[in-house]
């Protein structure tokens, strides 16, 4: 793929007053960006319209022994949130002193579908449920919250997701995006408001005379940190003063589960930051939901004994390995359906054999290969569900708008979204329409295919010292990229490395600050590049640790060959 490189305009010789003027954050705005606090930097959960109410439908539950379901979704922030929430209601039900009848419900992506299913509430109220709380889901379910609501069950319902054309009218509704909602932070994740719930619960235990410690609810962050950065929320504000605390709980985490799948993901408790938690925690949480039961996730995260926490987090991580082993398989496929139509502004593809709970990550790896949005769909019963990804500013529910009549479910985000279609037919007049959508909206928005350069800083001039200035910064994620910058460097030597060449390692000539390069992905082009060959690299800085010694390295993001 093709980038144009953009380097930001230079304001200054120093790297965190350049990269702060980068990210539009000013004087005012600094030390909180630096250095977030806790009391500053975090907003009062009963800030949300609808808190109180939600706080003292869970304390009549408790007293009056009524039975409560959490309902999350299948996806790491729906698993993460209603374990958070399970762990904090079961808390309170102990020091209140009141024995608690208390599940979870976990969907099947195949059979319940995404959200909340009519035939699993009507099956809470033949069980005779009082309370559901839902999280990461339940804002687009206003009909089966109708059912609900006749059958004089309670709900509340703990979403971020795009608000549908009609609400539920009788549920308690903690939502940042609803309507006259006054909470400041819009991008909370599902993770994130179930969290809020649970820290305006443990408020109010305090003014009931029980025994929660201030700063109890910190502890509860670390499943906050995992389901922001696998959700792709940005890491400003509010969250990232979430996001900070909550990897100082993971890196101390006790939760005998987590303990276990950071073992099981090669990562040593005390080096997990955002990258950790996207590339190795997040894709063993998810794998359960994506080809096997959300339920083992939910269980590892809950384990209570070593024994439950092995067998869980072996059960994730045999189900990670086959993920990646049918994701691998199936992107093969859709990649020859994209390059015999490889001049569409919308990728949708379609294969009866691949599994649910990957189209997502096969539409993601469409934008990623190509620079367009893409669609990917598989046939479950006699229906096809897909899930879409985007790219270049195009808004995915805005546009499945204009296809609305098509769809019997779709919604989402602005950058990832879900869809289900009766038929192929149908999928071919929504790739018709969606792609002339897509015509209009790209001819009339100036879009390419950019990197985003910080700062020029030549290979020769990196320091440690530059380093961990540029390490303040973290977390990284959406709304605070982890910095790139941008030099130019003669070839040494450049190897395709790991098990199947597919990743690039280059020596420069240099032999101060930075001479050597790592390229994930890079591994074809290790021919072309031979002694003496001159390249401009676009990277990130990162270390290398190996038999002890530490080093820094260049991470490439985009790699030019000026002379061969």
Known sequence: MNYKWKLKERVSGDI????????????????????????RDTNDPFLFTNMQSAVDKVFIALENKQKIVIHGDYDADGVSGSSLLYITILELADKIGTPVNLDVYLPDREKD???????TVGRMIKEGVNLIITVDCGIANADVFEVAQQAGVDVIICDHHQMAPEIPKHAIIIHPLVAGEVYPNKNLCGTGVAFKLASA??????????????????WLTDFVAIATVTDVMPLLGENRALEKFGLQALNKTRRLGLQKIIEMSGTELGSIDTQTIGYRIGPRINAAG????????????VAKTEQEAEEHANTLEMLNRKRQEITELSYNEAKRLVTARKDAHVHVVWNETWAPGIVGLIAGKIVT?????????????????GSGRSINGLHLVEAMRSCGDIFIKAGGHPEACGLTISGEDNIRLFRERINIYAKDFFADTNVDLSIDIDAELPFEEITFDAYYQIRQFEPFGKGNPE????????????????????????????????????????GELAGQLTVGTKIDVAYELSVNEWNGNISLQGRIIDIIIKNS
Do not use: C
């Not at 579908?113 to 035939?119: D, E, I, K, Q, T």
């Not at 009931?208 to 201030?214: A, G, S």
């Open 16 to 39: 965190i007053t350049q990269l702060l003027a980068n990210r539009g954050i000013g004087e005012r705005e600094k030390q909180a960006f630096l250095n977030p606090d806790w009391d």
């Open 113 to 119: 579908g995404y959200g909340v299913a009519l035939h």
């Open 201 to 218: 619960l443990i408020i109010e235990a305090r003014k009931r005379n029980l025994d929660f410690p201030i700063g109890h609810e910190k």
């Open 290 to 301: 994506r080809i096997g039961s959300a339920r083992s996730a939910f269980n590892a995260l």
């Open 369 to 385: 290969e190509f620079g367009v949005p893409a669609f990917a769909l598989t046939r479950v019963d006699d229906k096809y569900v």
């Open 483 to 522: 910095p790139v910058f941008s030099a130019s460097g003669t070839i040494l030597k450049a190897d395709a490395v790991g098990k199947t060449g597919t990743h690039l390692k280059i020596t420069l000539m240099n032999h101060n600050g930075v001479n050597q390069l790592i390229g994930f992905g890079f």
